[in-house]
């Protein structure tokens, strides 16, 4: 099991392009997570969502931010019309279905978006 | 609101000597407790939660909420212990375990 895979590594942009970031779960995983880490910050939640389903994206910015997790396919972070700000690492995780019991989360190893 | 707090940035300790990395939360219910490390040139991965009271790589934490703290510790730090320690807290909601993070404190062990 390869983990939480996340891709790119790096996603350089310019200021009004737009970027997107993918996160494929672990195996046999249903819930995903996405986290913003800004320079010299802890990660902040952002949005959890199941398959086909958004559960909660209260730490998700109002505006040009979305996130989807698709039936089939990666989860996918989309930022439009990207700004300086917009300049983090952005981490995914997941967990199988909590069941009850809570099921600690696995982290990949990020997505680091520069924007110039 | 939730929030986390980890007072120190950096902490540097002598090898063999004791460790003990501080975390305080705020929230009105009864969280649930984790520290997360990060190894240089790795993933975050999670060290251990309080529900399980159990001892990890030598590393216990003890949730007090009278203070309202879950300060990490560990009796005789090791080289391999240098990272950087997150302080998570997610209410025991089960059906959304969505995680608050601290700032986060970089481990220096000195040989």
């Known amino acids: 099991n390869a983990g939480v895979m996340q891709n790119p590594r790096h996603l350089v942009r310019r200021r009004g392009q737009e970027a997107r970031l993918r996160c494929s779960p672990m195996?046999?995983?249903?819930?995903v997570y996405w986290y913003r880490q800004l320079p010299e910050e802890g990660l902040k939640f952002m949005v959890y969502?199941?398959?086909?389903?958004?559960?909660?994206e209260s730490g998700m910015p109002k505006e040009r931010f979305s996130a989807e997790f698709p039936k089939e396919g990666p989860s996918i972070l989309r930022i439009q019309q990207v700004v300086r700000g917009d300049s983090a690492a952005y981490f995914c995780?997941?967990?199988?279905?909590?069941?009850?019991?809570?099921?600690?989360?696995?982290f990949g190893d990020g997505t680091r978006l520069s924007i110039l | 609101a939730q929030r986390v707090t980890q007072p120190e940035k950096l902490l540097s300790v002598f090898k063999g000597a004791p460790v003990e990395l501080k975390c305080n939360y705020s929230?009105?219910?009864?969280?649930?407790l984790f520290w997360y490390v990060q190894y240089s040139r790795q993933r975050l991965q999670l060290l251990l939660r309080?529900?399980s009271r159990e001892s990890i790589k030598g590393f216990t934490a003890d949730l007090n909420k009278g203070e309202t703290s879950f300060h990490l510790k560990k009796p005789f730090a090791q080289e391999e212990d240098s990272a950087m320690y997150y302080c998570?807290?997610?209410?025991?909601?089960?059906?959304?375990?969505?995680?608050?993070f601290g700032t986060g404190t970089r481990l220096t062990i000195i040989p």
């Open positions: 195996k046999g995983h249903s819930h």
């Open positions: 929230y009105s219910g009864s969280p649930e």
């Open positions: 998570a807290l997610s209410p025991a909601n089960f059906g959304n375990e969505k995680l608050t």
């Open positions: 995780a997941s967990s199988p279905q909590g069941g009850g019991v809570y099921q600690p989360q696995h």
């Open positions: 969502l199941q398959k086909e389903n958004i559960i909660d």
């Open positions: 309080h529900i």
